[in-house]
């Protein structure tokens, strides 16, 4: 069993079904004791100075959302990434016109699948 990581975990959502989800397959595997899971939007997330990893995971339209409702929230997370110096921001994403919604340019482009969904991971660093 983890006993202790080098650097927190935080985990948060908005909704409470997606955060208590989390942690009950976070305890499933071994390690809900080494996250802090909160209930919040992300644009009111504090990040600890010392820089390190975002992981976003936002809807892209495909079973959640509609793409021009969802530009907001891609340009917040290019928000969050240049108010954040050092800190690295992957964003996984099926929809390659909300990952340019960040507005900034991809440091690195991994191809994926969610399913059948040919997917980006993003990583953004300002």
């Known amino acids: 069993m983890l006993k202790a990581l080098p650097a927190p975990i935080l985990a948060s959502d908005e909704r409470n079904d997606a955060v208590d989800n989390a942690r009950q397959n976070a305890r499933a ?4 004791h080494a996250i802090t899971f909160d209930r919040t939007d992300f644009r009111h997330v504090r990040l600890p100075e010392t820089p390190g990893v975002v992981l976003c995971n936002p ?12 530009i907001p929230l891609y340009r917040a997370i290019g928000d969050l990434a240049r108010r954040s110096p050092g800190w690295r921001v992957w964003v996984f994403t099926g929809n390659e016109r909300l990952g340019r919604a960040v507005g900034l340019p991809p440091r690195q482009v991994v ?3 969610n399913g059948k969904i040919p997917c980006q991971l ?4 300002a």
């Not at 809807?59 to 021009?68: D, F, L």
């Not at 993003?122 to 660093?125: D, I, N, T």
């Open 29 to 32: 595997a071994g390690i809900g």
């Open 59 to 70: 809807p892209y339209g495909e079973r959640i959302g509609e793409e021009k409702d969802l």
């Open 111 to 113: 191809k994926l699948f």
């Open 122 to 125: 993003l990583e953004f660093v």
